[in-house]
Structures are given as structure tokens and as C-alpha cells.
């Protein structure tokens, strides 16, 4: 066989390398942030329900406030990539350094909106009034911690960029191990409560992020990186993370539509609908693991001024998408009979539940695609064209999902309403990427 014959096959199998190495450590440190949440709901459950329904509106309006910021993991994964395929990795930490730095700033920020607000916010998001004073309690203490949060986001995106996701996988399992043990300790060895929970939890975060703070420190020294704030990298960095905020806010929208349509059509149908968006979201951190890799590898190779190379990790990388869409597909049809009898006992919310299961399952391929272009357009730093694409799908989603309780179908019509807005990100998605406009090389975009 010639060598000519055999380059793609190598190629292909790099590729496949890269992506594995990538993912797999990636996927970790993604499950194990919610698992954060689940200990939490374990040992403050044990206290009392008006505990648990506090912290389950505390926890929402943190994640809420968490979520919303990504872009810092998202926007400095990508511009610390360019800059290790451009072979400057001084620059790399430096400008790692400035995402960091704006996550400082951002978290200061939300704290002071936080504190004074807390109860108006538990008000708004509808606490009982047994529930509300727990709620309060855990968000005020836990608000303490979103800068730590959100230096481990910048970080972390500092770490993929470096072509690094061992060390935010090793981070997580040590944070989620010490959440645990620390929760238990202060909830019940100091009698602390929720508020133990809430303390808990900070002074987790806190670790994590010094681990973080460490790791990027010393590779600053070893480089001759300076740490010092740089107001102009800054203000590039949050200047870069903009579009990914409008994108992430139109994406929050689609979700909160759907939560509302359904919650219309009745409580079988809207308890149904969390138990399969609970699962999407489940769906969903496998299929990011793979986006994780591609912003990662496609960042570095347009940094290192290879064009081809680019473009030929992103095709695999779409054909990874399509293949683990359709694994997943399977393993939700086959293995639905085992999970749905643990959500739920109630027959009816089953009947309502497994025809759009299916059409969850179905679109799984589809998602697939999203997720590895998503992922490959923000490696290459095409956040303006992700945030108009994602506002036009927000404009083709909410008309057809709101017409679900008007024209019928229930829950199914709404989650093949949630199709058709995977489809259209889909098809924007493909047309960016067919245009080959986001192929821009260089150590900055």
C-alpha cells in the first residue's frame, strides 16, 4: 500500500487520538459540576423538606448566575489556543491570565448585586414562606463563591487551550470529594444546617480554584509570563466574550420557553418535561466533551497558520458528533425502561413521557452535529456569527413552541418543536462552517 493511501487513514487516526485525550477528561470534569449540586440536595434533603426547597431555588439562581458568565471558559479556551499553535506560550498564559482577571471582576460584581438582593430574588422565584428564609440563607453564603466559580471557568479555559483537560478532571473529583465530606461535616458535625451546606460548598470552590491558581501560576513563571492585570487584555477579553454571552442568553430563552409552554399544558406533562430535560442536559455533557476537544484543537491549528489541518479535524470531528448522537439515540430507546421507573411512579406521567422520549432519541444525531460545530466555530473565535445565529434560533423557536397549546400534541409536539431548533442551529451551523469564513489563521483572530 502507498503512503499516499495510507496518509488519510494516519490523519484520520491523529485526529481520533486527539480527540479521545481530549474528550474523555473533559466529560468528567463536566459531570462532575452537577454532582456538586446532587450532594448538596442528598445531605441538606435529610434536614427537612423546606431545607431541600430552599436550596433547590438557591441552587437554581447560582447556576442561573454561573451559567451565564461560560463565555469565560468558552472566549479564553480559544484565544489560549491560537496563541500555543502560533508557539508563544508566554503570550498563551498571559492572555489565560487576563480571562482570569476578568472573572475576579465579574464576581465581585455579582456579589455585591447578590447580597443586598437575595431575598427579593428567593421572592420573585416564587419561595414559600418556609422555604424562603433557607433560601436566602444558602444564597447569600454561597454568593461568596462565585468568584472562585468563576476563576475556575477562566481557568479551566486556560488549561483546554493548553490542549490540558487531565487537570480540570483531577480539580473536579477533588472539589466534588471535598463538597462532600465538608457538607457532612458542617451540616451535621457542627450543626450548622443549610448554611453548613452553603459553607460547605464555598470553601470547596475556594480550592478548586486556588488548584487552578496554582497550576496556572507556575506555568506563568516557568514561561516568564507577567501576572499582573493588564487593563487592554482585559477589556479584549470581555470585548470577545459578548457575543458568547448573547448566544448563551438566547440559549437560556429557548429553554425557558419550553419550561413555561409546558408547564401550560398541565402538571403530568410539565413533570414529564423535566425528567427529559433533566436527561437532555445529561445528553448534553457527553456531546460538549467533544465540542471541549474541538475548540481546543481547532484553535491551535488556525493558530498555527494550517488551514487544512483545520479543516480536516473538523470534519472528523462532525463525524464524531453524528456517531455519538446516534449511540446515544440507541442507549436511550434501549435502556428507557430501566431510568423512567426511577423518576417517576405515576403511569400517566409515563404515558406522556416515552413518545417524546423517543423524539429526544431521534434527534440525537442532529445534536451531535451542533455540538462539534458549535465547539469548532469557537475555537476559531467566531462568536459574533454563533450570537446572530443563535438569536435566529430563538426567532424560529418561540413562535412554534408557543403555538403547542393552541394547535395540540402536548408535550411530543414540544419536543419536536425543540427538534426543529436543534435543526436550525444545525443549518446555520453548516452553512458557517460550508463558507469556510471562520477560517481565519493567526495567534489572535
Not at 68 to 91: C, E, I, K, N, S
Not at 224 to 246: E, F, H, M, T, Y
Amino acid at each position: 500500500m502507498t503512503q499516499a493511501s495510507t496518509a488519510p487513514k494516519d490523519v484520520r487516526r491523529r485526529h481520533d487520538r486527539e480527540i479521545i485525550s481530549l474528550a474523555v477528561p473533559a466529560f468528567g470534569a463536566l459531570v462532575a459540576e452537577p454532582l456538586f449540586v446532587l450532594a448538596d440536595s442528598a445531605i441538606v434533603g435529610h434536614l427537612g423538606t423546606p431545607q431541600l426547597a430552599g436550596l433547590g431555588i438557591a441552587a437554581t439562581l447560582l447556576a442561573t448566575a454561573v451559567s451565564v458568565f461560560v463565555f469565560l471558559a468558552y472566549a479564553t479556551t480559544a484565544a489560549v489556543a491560537r496563541r500555543v499553535g502560533a508557539g508563544d506560550l508566554p503570550a498563551a498564559i498571559r492572555q489565560g491570565m487576563d480571562g482570569i482577571w476578568l472573572a475576579l471582576l465579574l464576581g465581585a460584581a455579582v456579589i455585591a448585586v447578590t447580597l443586598p438582593a437575595a431575598p427579593w430574588l428567593v421572592d420573585v422565584f416564587g419561595a414559600s414562606d418556609t422555604a424562603a428564609p433557607y433560601a436566602t440563607t444558602y444564597l447569600r453564603i454561597s454568593s461568596l463563591g462565585i468568584p472562585a466559580m468563576l476563576v475556575v471557568l477562566a481557568a479551566t479555559g486556560v488549561l483546554r487551550g493548553l490542549q490540558n483537560t487531565r487537570t480540570p478532571l483531577y480539580v473536579a473529583i477533588g472539589g466534588f470529594t471535598a463538597n462532600a465530606a465538608l457538607n457532612v461535616l458542617l451540616v451535621y458535625g457542627a450543626g450548622l444546617g443549610i448554611a453548613g451546606s452553603a459553607w460547605g460548598t464555598v470553601i470547596a470552590q475556594c480550592g478548586m480554584a486556588a488548584a487552578y491558581l496554582f497550576v496556572v501560576v507556575r506555568g506563568a513563571r516557568l514561561h516568564g509570563a507577567s501576572l499582573r492585570p493588564d487593563a487592554a487584555g482585559i477589556r479584549a477579553s470581555a470585548q470577545a466574550g459578548v457575543p458568547l454571552l448573547i448566544r448563551t442568553l438566547s440559549l437560556r430563552a429557548v429553554l425557558m420557553i419550553a419550561t413555561a409552554v409546558a408547564a401550560r399544558l398541565g402538571d403530568a406533562d410539565v413533570a414529564a418535561h423535566q425528567i427529559i430535560l433533566s436527561l437532555w442536559s445529561l445528553l448534553a455533557f457527553a456531546l460538549d466533551a467533544i465540542a471541549i476537544a474541538g475548540q481546543a484543537i481547532i484553535g491551535r491549528y488556525l493558530g498555527a497558520g494550517d488551514e487544512e489541518g483545520a479543516r480536516a479535524a473538523c470534519r472528523r470531528m462532525v463525524q464524531w458528533g453524528v456517531a455519538s448522537g446516534l449511540v446515544l439515540g440507541v442507549l436511550v430507546v434501549v435502556t428507557r425502561p430501566l431510568f423512567i421507573p426511577l423518576f417517576t411512579g405515576d403511569q400517566t406521567v409515563r404515558d406522556t413521557l416515552l413518545p417524546a422520549l423517543l423524539v429526544v432519541a431521534l434527534s440525537q444525531p442532529v445534536a451531535g452535529v451542533v455540538f462539534v460545530l458549535d465547539g469548532v466555530l469557537m475555537g476559531a473565535g467566531d462568536g459574533p456569527y454563533l450570537a446572530g445565529a443563535m438569536v435566529v434560533t430563538l426567532v424560529a423557536f418561540a413562535p412554534v413552541a408557543l403555538l403547542v397549546p393552541v394547535l395540540g400534541g402536548g408535550l411530543t409536539a414540544l419536543w419536536w418543536a425543540m427538534t426543529l431548533m436543534m435543526v436550525v442551529r444545525m443549518l446555520t451551523l453548516w452553512l458557517r462552517m460550508r463558507s469556510g469564513r471562520w477560517v481565519v489563521t493567526g495567534a489572535t483572530r
